[in-house]
């Protein structure tokens, strides 16, 4: 497939974020915010997520932290919030500067938000003690310049931390490849039919295409990292609710059986439906995202 030009990129991602934290940001307080990460702290423990078991959490006062596509800053915040000096970089100007905003809410000193691109860091060979990138590298055209990049720029023994979707979950066979591959025959017609499977959402109607995901299977994880070491990955997230027309009626049971989690408003824009004792358990063996985790080796 040919790579997206990275102003339809943008473009997407400016979209998504109009749509979904717009309104969220606009009239958001410190006192809000402070108590919107301790919300999504307490989500993220529930889902066990990688930015609360692979990101060392307890650890992070002082450290030298990179976000790559931070979004609208929930997670760069939250880890400003544990005391990381945060850099974070954001293809999409308006998500930079609402993660830039968050910093300036919380009085983080030394942390900052920029405009950049994964696959061109702006940065110095051996930079960050960490760096963290929450389904971005993925939706990169040059994921391999992306990692390669990871690496460069991460001190010798620092930490990536970096989630993407796995090719090998229920998500990408049953809800993707069956009915929108194969029975809408979309596999066949349209190169980038998985980029349009994934990433909806937003109060709008989206009227810009995501042009550009990948997922990934084990081996395929194995060779992003060939040269890291202490390499982890584990499954996590499976949804029912994803699962085509029918997954509409479990949400709406989901959401009365189990309840939504305030947790969801700084990243997704809304309360999260709170996933099942067997979805989460699902997610270990089937989900969607691999959670992952590996070393620069020290020289
Ligand atoms: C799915 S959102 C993830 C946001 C955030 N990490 C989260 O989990 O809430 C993807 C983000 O990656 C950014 N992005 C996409 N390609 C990028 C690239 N090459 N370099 C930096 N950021 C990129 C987009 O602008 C968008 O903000």
């Given at each position: 497939m040919p790579a997206p030009a990275k102003s339809d990129i943008q473009a997407f991602w400016k979209s998504l974020y109009d749509s979904l934290y717009e309104d969220v940001d606009a009239g958001l307080t410190r006192a809000d915010l402070m108590a919107a990460l301790d919300d999504l702290e307490d989500m993220f423990r529930y889902r066990e997520h990688l930015a609360v078991v692979e990101m060392p959490l307890a650890e992070l006062a002082g450290k030298k932290?990179?976000?790559?596509g931070p979004g609208a800053g929930g997670h760069s915040a939250?880890?400003?919030?544990?005391g990381a000096r945060m850099t974070s970089v954001d293809l999409t100007n308006a998500r930079a500067r609402a993660t830039e905003a968050k910093f300036r809410l919380m009085g983080a000193e030394g942390c900052h938000a920029l405009q950049?691109?994964?696959?061109?860091?702006?940065?110095?060979?051996?930079?960050?003690?960490?760096v963290y990138s929450n389904g971005v590298l993925h939706h990169t055209a040059d994921t391999e310049k992306a990692f390669a990049e990871v690496y460069r720029v991460l001190k010798p023994g620092g930490k990536a931390v970096i989630l993407l979707y796995c090719k090998s979950s229920w998500h990408y066979w049953i809800n993707m490849v069956l009915p929108v591959g194969i029975l809408q025959g979309k596999l066949f017609k349209d190169r980038n039919w998985l980029?349009?499977?994934t990433e909806w959402g937003g109060k709008?109607?989206?009227?810009?295409a995501n042009p550009f995901t990948r997922c990934y299977t084990a081996d395929g994880?194995?060779?992003?990292?060939?040269?890291?070491?202490?390499?982890?990955?584990?499954?996590?997230?499976?949804?029912?609710?994803?699962?085509?027309?029918?997954?509409?009626?479990?949400?709406?049971?989901q959401i009365?059986?189990?309840?939504?989690?305030?947790?969801?408003?700084?990243?997704?824009?809304?309360?999260?439906?709170?996933?099942?004792?067997?979805?989460?358990?699902?997610?270990?063996?089937?989900?969607?995202?691999?959670?992952?985790?590996?070393?620069?080796?020290?020289?």
């Open positions: 932290v990179l976000e790559i939250l880890f400003a919030k544990h950049g691109d994964a696959e061109n860091l702006p940065f110095a060979d051996d930079s960050f003690d960490i980029g349009k499977a709008n109607r989206q009227t810009v994880i194995r060779r992003l990292f060939q040269g890291f070491e202490s390499l982890t990955m584990r499954k996590g997230e499976f949804y029912w609710y994803l699962v085509p027309k029918l997954g509409r009626l479990y949400r709406k049971y009365k059986r189990y309840g939504t989690h305030p947790g969801g408003v700084l990243v997704y824009g809304e309360p999260w439906p709170i996933q099942s004792p067997l979805e989460l358990a699902l997610g270990k063996i089937m989900g969607f995202a691999w959670h992952i985790s590996a070393r620069k080796p020290t020289r």
